[in-house]
């Protein structure tokens, strides 16, 4: 039988979810429910067969919803995932799962304390990409880890532009490269020195590079912001993972459409060419419907314990960057000219779907 699931927010990610549920064949989408009219217009004509409502109370409490899909504000998400535990549905969050650091770990306690499956889309861990490089360092390929290396870098969403609960660039996008480094070093943060700067001369850095050690050792150095040429002609952007080992070394670029990866390993040269795979949402939905109808939670789906870690030291670092030189470099008016850019663009990067 198909899981019987509600989205709840059905914004850019409550959309890509909606295509993947319907792409699956194993789910019936039961309901969409957003405070938008535009939003629910869209919906109804996306999925027809689905109710379209703009109170989340009535897919909680319908008793033949047996999951839901949680799309909305970071703000609303620790009720949504506490309503959801009192009304026995299983639960897939978007990132963060609160708004503060606080909050999430709450929201941590709640969901391990309740036997429904519940996670958190923590995508990367889910590229086909980074499971690739991960097998090949378990192999022995690259000898022991020593240095984890990920820069992400876009025009991507401008100050002002969706992140009010979120944080700013290196929290809202930067918490899933803090996440992805854990899962290579297989441990926690030891050290960090994070600098940045304050682009535009806006209240907040959006970009930030951080580095240091984690508690085996194993060095890292993150690089994130989406100040990459945001009033270029053509725009342009910088993305790749670097793992080196004590002998050998694995790495991947990506153009959004195909991924790239090089494995060179002490036995092995390997180089692989396949398609991105954008959010994985498709992976994520599979591997929650297997944990549904098994009633045994796959080891591969992320903990919403992961997402609180790499949400608190997302701020972590966000906050060491202020407590250093934050120089600020062009002006407000540049900014606006970004902003007035991005409201007409139909083709570019992390552009917010028209309401």
């Given at each position: 039988?198909?899981?019987?699931?509600?989205?709840?927010?059905f914004?850019?990610?409550?959309?890509?979810?909606?295509?993947?549920?319907?792409?699956?064949?194993?789910?019936?989408?039961?309901?969409?429910?957003?405070?938008?009219?535009?939003?629910?217009?869209?919906?109804?004509?996306?999925?027809?067969?689905?109710?379209?409502?703009?109170?989340?109370?009535?897919?909680?409490?319908?008793?033949?919803?047996?999951?839901?899909?949680?799309?909305?504000?970071?703000?609303?998400?620790?009720?949504?995932?506490?309503?959801a535990?009192?009304?026995?549905?299983?639960?897939?969050?978007?990132?963060?799962?609160a708004?503060?650091?606080?909050?999430?770990?709450?929201?941590?306690?709640?969901?391990?304390?309740?036997?429904h499956?519940?996670?958190?889309?923590?995508?990367?861990?889910?590229?086909?990409?980074?499971?690739?490089?991960?097998?090949?360092i378990?192999?022995?390929?690259?000898?022991?880890?020593?240095?984890?290396?990920?820069?992400?870098?876009?025009?991507?969403?401008?100050?002002?532009?969706?992140?009010?609960?979120?944080?700013?660039?290196?929290?809202?996008?930067?918490?899933?490269?803090?996440?992805?480094?854990?899962?290579?070093?297989?441990?926690?943060?030891?050290?960090?020195?994070?600098?940045?700067?304050?682009?535009?001369?806006?209240?907040?850095?959006?970009?930030?590079?951080?580095?240091?050690?984690?508690?085996?050792?194993?060095v890292?150095?993150?690089?994130?912001?989406?100040?990459?040429?945001?009033?270029?002609?053509?725009?342009?952007?910088?993305?790749?993972?670097?793992?080196?080992?004590?002998?050998?070394?694995?790495?991947?670029?990506?153009?959004?459409?195909?991924?790239?990866?090089?494995?060179?390993?002490?036995?092995?040269?390997?180089?692989?060419?396949?398609?991105?795979?954008?959010?994985?949402?498709?992976?994520?939905?599979?591997?929650?419907?297997?944990?549904?109808?098994?009633?045994?939670?796959?080891?591969?789906?992320?903990?919403?314990?992961?997402?609180?870690?790499?949400?608190?030291?997302?701020?972590?670092?966000?906050?060491?960057?202020?407590?250093?030189?934050?120089?600020?470099?062009?002006?407000?008016?540049?900014?606006?000219q970004?902003?007035?850019?991005?409201?007409?663009?139909k083709?570019?990067?992390?552009?917010?779907?028209?309401?």
């Open positions: 039988m198909k899981i019987k699931i509600g989205i709840i927010g914004g850019r990610m409550g959309r890509f979810y909606l295509d993947e549920l319907q792409k699956s064949g194993r789910y019936e989408v039961s309901y969409i429910c957003d405070l938008n009219e535009d939003a629910c217009n869209f919906a109804q004509q996306k999925s027809p067969e689905s109710k379209v409502v703009s109170d989340e109370n009535i897919v909680f409490d319908d008793n033949e919803v047996q999951a839901v899909v949680l799309c909305a504000l970071a703000n609303s998400r620790k009720e949504q995932i506490e309503h535990i009192r009304k026995g549905k299983h639960v897939i969050s978007e990132k963060p799962i708004d503060t650091v606080d909050r999430e770990w709450e929201v941590v306690d709640a969901v391990e304390n309740d036997d499956v519940s996670t958190v889309n923590l995508y990367l861990r889910n590229s086909w990409y980074h499971n690739t490089i991960k097998s090949f378990q192999k022995g390929e690259l000898g022991e880890l020593a240095i984890v290396r990920v820069c992400h870098m876009t025009p991507g969403l401008a100050p002002g532009e969706g992140h009010e609960y979120e944080g700013p660039a290196f929290h809202d996008c930067g918490m899933h490269y803090v996440d992805i480094c854990r899962w290579y070093a297989g441990c926690e943060y030891k050290t960090w020195h994070a600098q940045g700067i304050n682009m535009w001369n806006y209240k907040e850095p959006w970009w930030i590079q951080c580095h240091g050690t984690f508690e085996n050792g194993v890292f150095d993150i690089t994130q912001g989406f100040v990459y040429g945001q009033l270029a002609k053509d725009q342009i952007h910088n993305s790749y993972i670097d793992i080196i080992g004590t002998k050998g070394v694995a790495r991947m670029t990506h153009d959004f459409k195909t991924a790239k990866v090089s494995l060179h390993g002490v036995s092995e040269t390997i180089e692989l060419e396949k398609p991105f795979g954008g959010k994985n949402i498709n992976v994520l939905v599979d591997l929650f419907a297997n944990s549904i109808d098994t009633g045994k939670r796959s080891s591969h789906l992320p903990l919403m314990r992961d997402s609180a870690i790499a949400s608190e030291y997302a701020w972590t670092f966000l906050e060491d960057a202020h407590k250093h030189d934050l120089p600020s470099v062009g002006n407000l008016k540049t900014l606006e970004i902003r007035e850019r991005r409201r007409h663009m083709n570019g990067y992390g552009l917010l779907p028209k309401r």
